[in-house]
Structure formats: structure tokens, C-alpha cells
């Protein structure tokens, strides 16, 4: 089963960048694609991006296109989201989770999610 634990949120500055790591500890990590979402108060679990097992193919939200950029490291066990050119819109808790099939923008599709790192940009 995956354990999967999210780090390197923080406070930045509109404009700025940050690099997310999502760390499986289970010991399967390499057998599923996995995904990232967000979460803003008062507001639904929403998708930002998907990549597969190998990484060779990924897959965003609107919002994020341009900006972000998922990837993934197997012989590690992490899987990253870099973050540039943040804007406050972006503020929320971000969850990494892992892709049990079906539609890879659904959240209702993921399971073993992590418990969430912060991301607050300010403007």
C-alpha cells in the first residue's frame, strides 16, 4: 500500500517559485501514475497535474499550463511539482495522490492521497 508524505510548501511572493516533493514510502510507487491536486478554502479538490509511471506523458489543468511542471523520479521514490511564476490564485493545500484508473482529472480516481504541504503566494 502507498504512504505517500508531500513536502516544500511554503510562503512566496507573486512571481516566485517552489519545488513540491511527493515521497512514497511503501515501496510501490513506480507502478502507478500519480497526480497533484490543490485545495483553496471554500473550495473543491482540483486538479493541477498527472504524469505516468515512466514519465513519459503528462497532463495539467488549465490554470497551471506554462507554469508548472510535474516529473517524477522512480530510483527515489518522488515525485515534484515545480511552481513558477506563482500567482495568489495558487494559494492552497496541495495533495499528491496516487491514479487507480478511470479519468486522470478525476479526484474521485485517486487514492493513497498524502496529508498535503501549504502553498500561500502573496501578492
Known amino acids: 500500500q502507498l504512504q505517500l508524505v508531500e513536502s516544500g510548501g511554503g510562503s512566496v511572493q507573486a512571481g516566485g517559485s517552489l519545488r513540491l516533493s511527493c515521497r512514497e514510502s511503501?515501496?510501490?510507487?513506480?507502478?502507478?501514475?500519480m497526480g497533484w491536486f490543490r485545495q483553496a478554502p471554500g473550495k473543491e479538490r482540483e486538479f493541477v497535474a498527472q504524469?505516468?509511471?515512466?514519465?513519459?506523458?503528462?497532463n495539467y489543468g488549465d490554470s497551471v499550463k506554462g507554469r508548472f511542471t510535474i516529473s517524477r523520479d522512480n530510483a527515489k521514490n518522488t515525485m515534484y511539482l515545480q511552481m513558477n511564476s506563482l500567482k495568489p490564485e495558487d494559494t492552497a493545500v496541495y495533495y499528491c495522490?496516487?491514479?487507480?484508473?478511470?479519468?486522470?482529472?478525476?479526484?474521485?480516481?485517486?487514492?493513497?492521497w498524502g496529508q498535503g504541504t501549504q502553498v500561500t503566494v502573496s501578492s
Open positions: 511503501g515501496g510501490y510507487f513506480s507502478n502507478y501514475d
Open positions: 495522490a496516487a491514479f487507480v484508473g478511470g479519468s486522470w482529472y478525476d479526484r474521485d480516481h485517486y487514492d493513497y
Open positions: 504524469i505516468s509511471t515512466v514519465g513519459d506523458t503528462t
